[in-house]
């Protein structure tokens, strides 16, 4: 792809933005870059630009920079649908996201792993699992360095692991993974989509260029993700914990068996706990058989591997109860799978920036496993009305105020969750900031037992 002397246009300036724009000043573009962010919540993006020879604009999109164009490059964060992308498309100018532009420099396989839960874990288990088998792996995309860092810094690598979001998937052009995930799709990000189809077609742009060389590994349990991988191109390699998959992998009795290589895990062993653990470990096994791993290899990088901060995490035994930081549960089918994994008396603490999903389908596992609730943020009232029949719930205003409660509630034997199921964008900066904020309301507390129990998640 030729940038030299193109008129570029890079439309959001978080660290992706930045890092496209430094890449593509290195290729000779002329670059201009546009956030509708004042300038003063910008301040760390324009330091890290200070130097280049590129015109930014900040708090506005001036129509005229995008349909005099050649080429715009969206980042993640930007909807395709505001109104000076719509011009330049009328214009004929093309429009790409990052990782759009960053496979058209790459010319190693690429593993995408998508879906709205397990995404982060999945694409770090992968990572460490090639590391263990002795591959050089860049490991990015949706989660730490966006996939064109890979081409800018001269990374050499023997495979490419990716996190990719719905919101990357609606630029591609072109990009084509070797090997696809799909992990599962539940309700997300209808503060953003129009309908749940049109988030579920987005999730399946990953299947768009690939070819019949190429394997696409899919949830058999998931109907949404199966709707979506009929009559596909690349080879189809399912993972299901509830029934015996022909040409995959599968869950049964406490093993996970590999119809691709013949061989049989032990997850029992596993330091990630949990039902959708389960899953992400298949999907992970799944690719590495695949990329050439063998079996001890990878049945020893999932039993080292630790999981992620924020994820069913646990916290601290304080007086016999149990903290888990769930904060990156950050939709109904992520505390979902939170809650399944642990066997009840769970105080849940739930709320934020609402996304627009259906509270209700929570009313089984609210029944069957939990003793509370504590809401709180924008959601709670919504919530409340949805589901807070169900259990004893209470109200208040933030986290803070949620650990209050906590403290004059929770009893011996009970588990007290953070799992949102909603964004932290009305309180926090991000669903870390959050986390780390229950993780101190939470050492705050005299600390008693310092390993979670048997019976927790």
């Known amino acids: 792809m030729e940038l030299k002397n193109k008129n570029v246009l890079v439309v959001g300036l978080a660290r992706t933005g930045v890092s496209v724009a430094n890449f593509l000043v290195s290729k000779g573009a002329r670059v201009r870059v546009s956030d509708s962010s004042p300038e ?24 005229g920079w995008f349909t005099s164009s050649d080429l715009i490059v969206v980042s993640p964060g930007v909807p395709l649908e505001i109104k000076p992308l719509h011009a330049a ?73 990716a996190e990719i979001s719905s919101f990357q998937l609606e630029g ?94 032990e997850p029992e062993r596993f330091r990630i706990k949990g039902v959708h653990n389960i899953e992400n470990a298949m999907a992970s096994i799944a690719v590495c058989e695949i990329a050439g791993c063998g079996r001890d290899e990878i049945q020893e990088a999932i039993e080292a591997f630790h999981g992620l901060p924020h994820r069913v995490e646990f916290v601290a035994a304080i007086d ?55 809401l709180f943020g924008e959601a709670r009232d919504k919530i409340n009305q949805s589901i807070g029949k169900y259990t004893d719930t209470v109200l208040v205003g933030n986290l803070n105020e949620a650990m209050e409660v906590v403290k004059k509630t929770a009893v011996r034997g009970d588990t007290v969750l953070l799992s949102p199921a909603c964004s932290s964008f009305d309180q926090f900066s991000g669903y870390a900031e959050r986390g780390r904020k229950f993780v101190e309301l939470v050492n705050a507390i005299k600390r008693v037992d310092a390993e979670p129990p048997p019976e927790g998640c």
């Open 172 to 265: 591609i052009r072109d990009f084509r993974p070797y090997i696809s995930i799909l992990l599962n799709i539940t309700e997300d990000h209808l503060d953003r989509y129009p309908s749940m189809d049109a988030y579920i077609q987005a999730k399946g742009l990953i299947y768009r260029n690939q070819k019949h060389a190429d394997y696409a590994i899919a949830n058999s349990d998931d109907t949404l993700v199966k709707r979506l991988t009929k009559g596909i191109e690349p080879r189809k390699i399912g993972f299901s914990r509830d029934k015996e998959v022909v040409d995959g992998i599968y869950y049964r009795e406490g093993k996970i068996f590999s119809r691709l290589k013949g061989n049989i895990y």
């Open 320 to 374: 016999g109860v149990s903290y888990y930081n769930d904060s990156k549960g950050t939709n109904i089918g992520a505390t979902m799978s939170a809650l399944a994994g642990f066997k009840g008396n769970i105080i849940l603490l739930a709320g934020g920036k609402d996304k627009g999903g259906d509270y209700n389908v929570m009313v089984p596992l609210i029944q069957e496993k939990v003793k509370g609730m504590v």
């Open 89 to 161: 498309q009328k214009k004929g100018v093309e429009i790409i996201s990052e990782i759009e532009l960053a496979s058209r420099f790459i010319d190693k396989p690429i593993i995408a792993i998508t879906g709205t839960n397990g995404k982060t874990t999945t694409t770090t288990l992968i990572g460490e699992i090639l590391k263990k088998s002795g591959k050089r792996v860049f490991v990015g995309g949706n989660i730490g360095n966006p996939l064109i860092e890979y081409v800018l810094e001269g990374k050499k690598a023997d495979f490419i692991v």
């Open 40 to 63: 003063e919540r910008l301040s760390k993006s324009l330091e890290d630009l200070k130097g280049l020879d590129i015109e930014i604009e900040t708090g506005r999109h001036t129509e």
